[in-house]
């Protein structure tokens, strides 16, 4: 008996430093940057593939709902986003009484996911080969770390699959837009590429949590006129005026929010493409901002990207919803036939209609979530275009980031005042709308 006291009396403290040393990992593997990490990288090759906004805005949305939802098993005060967003059912559950490092299944999944949805994938698989490389410096042992991999991939392949029933790939091969050039108050294509309207059928896409479309409509555009005393007149010669007179603040405030993923530009007979951060990603990057400046832990930062992003992809569907209903010609059509000639925008009007503004939309509807999850006067330095050459700026709330985008695009001289104000009331709506939807427990 005495032996076996003796055993006991070394085993048991020998047990338990070996239970610390297994348990060592979990601390560090609940670190928030590889999720940041994996984000940043999604915006990154957005941007290097060049992905419209509205397409930008599907893959933000899939890849977030992935990292969530292989993330949420591990935190029960947490509930899936399944039920809540439109189509998705119930993921694949862990196996119960087996461990999970639910962090590590979360990056796999959010990496895999954004994998199948872009085309730059060696640049995903050198992200993940670095994510996993420092799991497995942390001490997770080996049969955790296959078995969370293997839950993340899991999660991703449902998520997937899940994202092959939204219409998208239908859109792909449907119609062109149809130029009405009968009536003068319709788009037409602007210069330099003349492009096709962009993603004519993209309303069409199965919104993410609202019921339709059209479910939070907005307000329709002023009346087409040519007459010098009419409303629409008068919100032209805004826009005309503002450019020719802009003092150097709102030059800079144009090009800080311009966020075209691909500006044209052209020099003599050469045409040359410059690649920019697009609308949707420059939002998640103020998420990213801002849930670092808060402290917010893994599942914070997880659920604030998920409802952040199906916000924004809610906005583009509303947005585009509008542009391909109401069909409004451009300012720089407008003034270039009506008022001068020689007439041009400071920023390059991008190929889609007017009403509304889809940066004005998707900015409130970033804005209006993080509103409701931060505070109304949450004061943060957004640094975004740091790495385009322009200073970063600083905001005293989330609305004061979202209306000085708004107004952003009068002065780049591409919307009138109706079609700012429509999506930024529309887009703040779609904010709060989906707020409510996606973070009620």
């Given at each position: ?20 040393q ?27 593939d ?35 967003l ?62 969370s ?18 219409n ?36 069409e ?12 409509d ?133 190929p ?46 989330f ?34 709308y ?8």
């Open positions: 008996m005495k032996k076996i006291a003796i055993f006991l009396l070394f085993a048991l403290p020998i047990a338990l430093l070996s239970c610390k297994d348990d060592a990992y979990k601390a560090k593997a609940e670190n928030p940057e590889f999720i940041h990490a994996g984000v940043r990288r999604t915006i990154d090759i957005i941007r290097h060049i992905f419209a906004p509205p397409i930008a805005s599907r893959i933000f949305a899939y890849t977030s709902v992935a990292a969530y939802e292989a993330l949420v098993p591990g935190y029960p005060n947490y509930k899936t986003m399944a039920g809540k439109n189509g998705l059912n119930p993921c694949p559950q862990p196996e119960a009484g087996k461990e999970y490092c639910y962090p590590l299944a979360s990056a796999n999944a959010q990496l895999i996911t954004a994998r199948a949805l872009i085309f730059s994938e060696e640049k995903i698989d050198e992200l993940l080969a670095e994510v996993t490389k420092q799991y497995k410096e942390m001490g997770v042992p080996q049969d955790v770390f296959d078995r991999m293997a839950y993340g991939e899991a999660v991703a392949k449902h998520v997937i699959a899940w994202s092959k029933t939204d998208y790939a239908q859109t792909r091969s449907a119609s062109k837009f149809t130029i009405n050039t009968k009536d003068p108050g319709r788009w037409r294509p602007t210069p330099p590429a003349y492009a096709d309207g962009l993603e004519p059928h993209w309303a896409i199965r919104p993410w949590v609202l019921d339709s479309a059209g479910q939070i907005s307000e329709p555009p002023l009346s087409f006129s040519k007459e010098k005393d009419s409303p629409f007149y008068k919100q032209v010669m805004v826009v005309y005026e503002t450019v020719k007179n802009l003092t150097p603040e709102q030059e800079a405030t144009a090009w800080y929010w311009d966020d075209n993923p691909f500006a044209m530009e052209v020099s003599g007979h050469l045409a040359f493409g410059k690649k920019k951060i697009s609308p949707g990603g420059h939002w998640m990057n103020i998420a990213s901002i801002v849930c670092r400046k808060s402290g917010s832990d893994v599942i914070q930062s997880a659920e604030t990207y998920v409802i952040v992003a199906c916000a924004i992809a809610d906005g583009f569907i509303t947005s585009w919803n509008a542009k391909y209903k109401y069909n409004v010609i451009r300012p720089e059509s407008y003034i270039n036939e009506y008022i001068d000639a020689d007439w041009f925008p400071l920023i390059q009007t991008p889609f209609p007017e009403h509304t503004s889809g940066h004005s939309t998707v900015s409130a509807a970033a804005a209006g979530v993080l509103t409701a999850r931060f505070g109304e006067n949450y004061a943060f330095t957004d640094s975004t275009e740091v790495e385009f050459g322009i200073p970063a700026r600083s905001f005293n709330s609305k004061e980031a979202a209306d000085q985008a708004g107004i952003s695009r009068i002065y780049g001289g591409i919307h009138y005042e109706q079609g700012n104000k429509a999506g930024g009331k529309n887009g703040w709506a779609v904010g709060e989906v707020y409510r939807k996606l973070s009620a427990k």
